[in-house]
């Protein structure tokens, strides 16, 4: 007998991305997106925000908590500290592109109607999510892409890539079939994770430093 998988099963976004979109045919193909299981617990997908002209293109893991129930990008408490910080570092947050490597929330639950805990996506989950991001790269074109933390990195440069190893610093790699300058820092909610006052201050004047980097390498 045979059998036809779900679309799901695949594991890839690519059936669903339109060819030669512009950003609002991409958000509206995105919301019917089923190109891995994610789509099956999460509320709506959270596709990127900002104008295709953006200068600077920031990549975050996924949706949390509030972005999934709001359906926009970063405007949880992790959202609110990246926009402080960018604006300490000089960059508009009005002036970039924010997204994710991966559009729908991951999560689980210690019990039913409990809090929805984060769970971080699997590299599987986020190369079947490229498509989209490979698309809003073509449509932006950013002078220069930021990545949040490990997961986006992984999604554009490869399992090898370490937060620790490369932030900081100015990279040009091949993303998606272009040329890409890159600067990595950590994801804002790993400042609001660290365990005292003290070391989430240092943590955030790390992420603030990093961006600075960023604001410099576009001027």
């Known amino acids: 007998m045979v059998t036809t998988r779900a679309p799901e099963d695949a594991y890839t976004a690519e059936p669903f991305v339109p060819s030669r979109a512009g950003l609002p045919s991409l958000r509206r193909a995105a919301a019917d997106c089923r190109g891995c299981p994610l789509h099956r617990d999460a509320t709506r997908t959270v596709f990127g925000e ?15 908590d509030q972005e999934d129930r709001q359906g926009r990008p970063f405007v949880g408490p992790a959202g609110k500290l990246l926009d402080r910080a960018l604006a300490e570092a000089g960059i508009d947050p009005a002036d970039a592109y924010v997204t994710n490597a991966v559009k729908h929330f991951k999560f689980t639950r210690a019990e039913p109607r409990k809090r929805r805990i984060h769970k971080a996506p699997s590299l599987r989950e986020m190369t079947a999510c490229g498509p989209w991001l490979a698309a809003e790269l073509a449509v932006v074109k950013p002078e220069l892409i930021v990545l949040l933390g490990a997961s986006a990195g992984k999604a554009l440069l490869g399992s090898s890539f370490r937060v620790g190893e490369m932030r900081g610093a100015v990279l040009e790699r091949e ?45």
Do not use: F, I, N
């Open 175 to 219: 993303v998606h079939g272009r040329r890409e300058r890159l600067v990595a820092t950590v994801h804002p909610s790993s400042v609001l994770r660290a365990r005292d006052d003290a070391d989430r201050e240092a943590a955030y004047e790390g992420l603030v430093a990093d961006l600075k980097v960023a604001a410099r390498a576009l001027e």
């Open 50 to 64: 900002g104008t295709a002209d953006a200068r600077v293109m920031l990549v975050g893991e996924q949706p949390g």
